[in-house]
């Protein structure tokens, strides 16, 4: 008898679930859609420095980003408050100059002696974005208008200044992390519809410690990716 019992409950579960989504008056049912919570963020953009004239950088500098997130919906509004963690790299081409850090204290970049075909300023940071988010379409987040605005804190992973010899195959690589700040602050803007955004970047911190290098303030434009 109790065997039967509970068998009839079990059976009679999805009718209940079913008949919590049937309309009043009608018998059409609500079909209920998980929004996307955008877990998932890709960027790629062009990379800058605020910098002194005597610095000479050239050609598209470049920054790659990859961020998990999870999204705290606030409420039942449009808002919402995301965090996470990922990686940045970005690579800063210079126009005939090398970053010059052996037997001095301080780093400097000064023209090259090798006459290298190409160098750059290559550096890697463990980042946790955080951003205040606004959804046009609440119900469905892959589409309509999105905002973001926040920040990423990020730690220095690696940080070396790779320079390439004309006519070889030698690489020469200088290693500059001991200059450089461990941690960075970074203000940051996201503006799109749907999957796809522009967003920007701004450095709060310089990229050099206090009186370790010269005053070069990082800053990025480019496309965001987002999904899941």
């Not at 109790?2 to 609500?30: C, F, H, S, W, Y």
């Not at 006459?115 to 469905?140: C, D, H, M, Q, W």
């Amino acid at each position: 008898m109790i065997k039967r019992l509970a068998l009839t409950m079990l059976l009679a579960l999805p009718m209940l679930a079913l008949a919590q989504d049937v309309e009043k008056g009608g018998n059409k049912t609500q079909s209920v859609q998980k929004p996307s919570r955008d877990h998932l963020m890709i960027q790629f953009a062009y990379s800058g420095w605020i910098k002194p004239d005597s610095i000479k950088t050239k050609g598209i500098g470049r920054d790659f980003n990859t961020y998990l997130c999870y999204d705290f919906p606030i409420k039942k509004s449009n808002f919402s408050f995301a965090a996470g963690l990922g990686v940045s790299a970005s690579n800063i081409y210079l126009d005939h100059q090398h970053l010059i850090n052996r037997d001095t204290p301080v780093a400097r970049f000064a023209p090259d002696t090798i006459n290298f075909k190409r160098s750059k300023l290559v550096t890697a940071y463990i980042e946790a974005p955080f951003e205040f988010r606004f959804y046009g379409n609440k119900e469905n987040r892959n589409k309509g208008f999105k905002a973001a605005v926040g920040m990423r804190v990020g730690t220095l992973v690696n940080v070396h200044m790779k320079g390439k010899e004309d006519g070889t195959k030698i690489n020469d690589k200088t290693n500059a992390k001991q200059y450089v700040n461990q941690w960075r602050f970074a203000a940051t803007l996201r503006l799109g519809w749907g999957n796809f955004s522009v967003m920007g970047t701004y450095n709060i911190t310089p990229l050099f410690k206090d009186k370790q290098g010269p005053e070069i303030t990082p800053y990025s434009i480019g496309i965001c990716l987002t999904g899941l």
